[in-house]
């Protein structure tokens, strides 16, 4: 049973960073794709940044130049570090992993934005 586990949510003032970190486990196949979506309140999910397990990134437009998506393939774990936060970046972050054409997803961590 693969596992996702997120963390490195909270509060943060506009203009602060922060760092997300998930992790897969339960599987020793290596992990195709992995990465980040977002869901604010009223809103629908959306993707914020993906990486492959070649290295391929992609960002949201609302993201980019802000953060920045990077994986360690052996612990199958993927960062997320977010610079420059807006109000507007406040949502429940989940982690998203594709491992065999299965889609698992993480339980999810606050980052609110606020001063």
């Known amino acids: 049973q693969v596992q996702v586990v997120e963390s490195g949510g909270g509060l943060v003032q506009p203009g602060g960073s922060l760092r997300l970190s998930c992790a897969a486990s339960?599987?020793?196949?290596?992990?195709?794709?992995m990465g980040w979506y977002r869901q604010a309140p009223g809103k629908q999910r959306e993707l914020v940044a993906r990486?492959?397990?070649?290295?391929?990134?992609n960002y949201a437009d609302s993201v980019k130049g802000r953060f920045t998506i990077s994986r360690d393939n052996a612990k199958n774990t993927v960062y997320l570090q977010m610079n420059s936060l807006k109000p507007e970046d406040t949502a429940v972050y989940y982690c998203?992993?594709?491992?065999?054409?299965?889609?698992?997803w993480g339980q999810g961590t606050q980052v609110t934005v606020s001063s």
């Open positions: 998203n992993t594709v491992l065999l054409g299965y889609e698992y």
């Open positions: 990486i492959i397990s070649g290295g391929s990134t």
């Open positions: 339960g599987t020793r196949f290596s992990i195709n794709a």
